[in-house]
T-cell receptor, first 112, second 113 residues
Framework: KNQVEQSPQSLIILEGKNCTLQCNYTVSPFSNLRWYKQDTGRGPVSLTIMTFSENTKSNGRYTATLDADTKQSSLHITASQLSDSASYICVVSGGGADGLTFGKGTHLIIQP | NAGVTQTPKFRVLKTGQSMTLLCAQDMNHEYMYWYRQDPGMGLRLIHYSVGEGTTAKGEVPDGYNVSRLKKQNFLLGLESAAPSQTSVYFC????????????FGDGTRLSIL
């Protein structure tokens, strides 16, 4: 069964600090991996998307990495801001209508 | 620049009542999706559409029906609401990737009593 596991479930850090969120998947075949940010009470917003051949992709202070061999991805947030407080969802696509597997998300809280 | 708009934002229903959730997108996207999001679970696909006049079942379609009479609108119907359908419903659309939602609405929070 295809699975996407995210860790930690929740994380609290101080404003200005860096953090890294993890995503491990067992989806096969693999098409691409996307990270979403979901603010409380809002819909998910896409941050990055990576295919098999991409190792890293950045979007401002967000940098995602992908190791397709170990089936792991990480999302690194640099110099965190209060507005980074949100849930971060990892989604892996294996192709097909039922080929999208969503992780449960990491709930990140940035404290002043 | 509205993107994906969902109506209503909140609704409380009694068991057995029916209702329709409306999703409208102004980006001329071909693909549209309905998901539900429950505490402790990832988003799950209910139904999707790959173009005007087409619909298909997703992972959890039971108890729901959909229609896509116009390209910009995707309707999700509950014919006889059940407490298990209490959830947050998200509509999404995509232009380039049939299986990857690009833009999400802000959700409809539905409670079934």
């Amino acid at each position: 069964k295809n699975q996407v596991e995210q860790s930690p479930q929740s994380l609290i850090i101080l404003e200005g600090k860096n953090c890294t969120l993890q995503c491990n998947y067992t989806v096969s075949p693999f098409s691409n991996l996307r990270w979403y940010k979901q603010d409380t009470g809002r819909g998910p917003v896409s941050l990055t998307i990576m295919t098999f051949s991409e190792n890293t992709k950045s979007n401002g202070r967000y940098t995602a990495t992908l190791d397709a061999d170990t089936k792991q991805s990480s999302l690194h947030i640099t110099a965190s801001q209060l507005s980074d407080s949100a849930s971060y969802i990892c989604v892996v696509s294996g192709g097909g209508a039922d080929g999208l597997t969503f992780g449960k998300g990491t709930h990140l809280i940035i404290q002043p | 620049n509205a993107g994906v708009t969902q109506t209503p934002k909140f609704r409380v229903l009694k068991t057995g009542q029916s209702m329709t959730l409306l999703c409208a997108q102004d980006m001329n996207h071909e693909y549209m999706y309905w998901y539900r999001q429950d505490p402790g679970m990832g988003l799950r696909l209910i139904h999707y559409s790959v173009g005007e006049g087409t619909t298909a079942k997703g992972e959890v379609p039971d108890g729901y029906n959909v229609s896509r009479l116009k390209k910009q609108n995707f309707l999700l119907g509950l014919e006889s609401a059940a407490p298990s359908q209490t959830s947050v419903y998200f509509c999404a659309s995509s232009s380039t990737d049939r299986w990857q939602p690009q833009h999400f609405g802000d959700g409809t929070r539905l409670s079934i009593l």
